[in-house]
């Protein structure tokens, strides 16, 4: 990923600028950009409009970053937006998500989207998404990751992601910290556009909290839309919601139609995704930072009883873990420590199981026993991962409840393997 605005505009004006056909509303955030993301696309197509979706990174295919309705494209229609933007590599040394990003806005652009909404990549003020000039912003949370490019504080990085904003154009932003609050509403005032968080934007009540969801109350000040059932597991979506709720009203201008449906039929691959198999419930997740892994760990403690739950997990080198491990350990009883490998467009390199063990989880274990199970990489005719799916889906293991989370790889890789039999799980 290159950081920096001037590759993409370079491809935007030999493209005809097709990033200037649609309205557009770009998702920032630390956690929780993929589920704003996700509720808002859904909630401005329940209204009528022809929406475009962009996320990042991809789970299963590629075709999942950009979406027209609801459907992800296809990957002809891919291959022929990537055509137009291949003959420019030679004069604008453009990288893979500019590449794929130049891709999603032709793609809206021939389809006539009316609104995208678009996920930032990484930070805000320089990811290639912010090229467009957005009818709104989001930034939902901030916690530290990607402190080797964004900053080393939590003020730092949410000054990066507040790069997003546009004067006279409405910020909304999550549950932030008091402190951090202040520097938005600072940014705000400086440079002239309204900004609403949580308390601003209504209330959204858990009224009735599940393992796969949970039931809420919905209500903002143009409307009470009452009881909306959320798709994604944790107490933090009621806040998504509300964002997208927000969101979705300044767009269209006030209340909303239809959003219980629009909420209850949001979905997005590899976030807090169950599948039931075989009387056993497997989540596919891809919490990969310290914040996203405590939260999920905390979600699955709550419900599950930790000595039938197992957490198959792999991380790259460059995450930072600090409380995150203890918080898993007490979810888990088993824990299946695997080498992720490459994700898609990385060079990043991956922690070793045993590198894992050593450094992130073994202080905690004398507080608290689990089974720690080191699952390394062998040769094709030797896969220890395809021994240790066998294992995960054989009735007779004490295991009801399976967690893969970590690296997008991680997840990918398990979730083809597991359920390729059942036409996937990235459709």
Not at 44 to 54: E, H, I, P, S, V
Not at 85 to 107: K, N
Not at 135 to 146: E, F, G, M, R
Request: net charge negative; proline share 6%; aromatic share 6%.
């Amino acid at each position: 990923m290159t950081l920096g605005l001037g590759n993409i505009r370079a491809l935007m004006e030999r493209l005809g600028h097709p990033e200037r056909a649609f309205r557009s509303v770009l998702v920032a955030g630390t956690n929780g950009k993929g589920s704003v993301t996700t509720l808002l696309e859904s909630i401005l197509r329940a209204q009528g409009l022809r929406t475009g979706r962009y996320t990042s990174p991809h789970v299963f295919s590629v075709a999942e970053r950009i979406a027209v309705d609801g459907a992800f494209v296809s990957i002809d229609e891919m291959e022929a937006a990537a055509a137009r933007v291949a003959p420019l590599r030679d004069e604008i040394p453009y990288s893979y998500f500019e590449a794929l990003t130049a891709i999603a806005y032709l793609l809206f652009a021939d389809r006539r989207v009316e609104v995208a909404v678009l996920e930032v990549g990484l930070g805000g003020r320089f990811d290639a998404t912010n090229v467009v000039e957005p009818d709104l912003a989001i930034v939902t949370s901030i916690s530290l990751d990607h402190r080797r490019i964004l900053g080393d504080t939590e003020e730092e990085i949410l000054r990066e992601k507040l790069g997003v904003s546009r004067a006279g154009k409405p910020l909304l932003v999550g549950a932030l910290p008091a402190r951090l609050r202040a520097i938005a509403d600072e940014r705000a005032a400086g440079e002239g556009f309204p900004v609403s968080g949580p308390a601003e934007l209504g209330t959204a009540s858990v009224v009735e909290p599940m393992f796969d969801g949970a039931w809420i109350e919905l209500c903002t000040p143009a409307a009470d839309y009452g009881r909306v059932r959320l798709p994604f597991g944790g107490a933090h979506q009621a806040v998504n919601a509300l964002l997208a709720a927000g969101a979705a009203e300044r767009i269209v201008g006030g209340p909303l139609t239809d959003v219980g449906r629009a909420v209850a039929d949001a979905w997005i691959p590899g976030r807090f995704q169950c599948v039931h198999r075989n009387g056993r419930t497997f989540v596919l997740d891809v919490a990969h930072n310290e914040a996203a892994l405590i939260a999920t760990a905390d979600h699955v403690a709550a419900y599950q009883d930790r000595d039938e739950c197992a957490l198959v997990f792999g991380l790259l080198r460059r995450k930072e873990l600090f409380a995150a491990p203890e918080r898993m350990i007490r979810a888990f009883g088993r824990i299946c420590l695997i080498d992720p490998g490459l994700e898609p467009g990385s060079t990043d390199p991956a922690n070793a199981p045993h590198e894992l063990l050593a450094n992130c989880f073994a202080p905690h274990l004398p507080n608290a026993a689990a089974d720690v199970i080191l699952w390394n990489r062998a040769g094709e005719r030797d896969d220890p991962l395809v021994r240790l799916l066998r294992w995960l889906d054989d009735p007779r293991a004490p295991v009801k409840t399976v967690v893969v989370m970590g690296s997008h790889r991680v997840v990918e890789e398990v979730g083809r393997r597991m359920f390729a039999a059942q036409g996937g799980v990235g459709t």
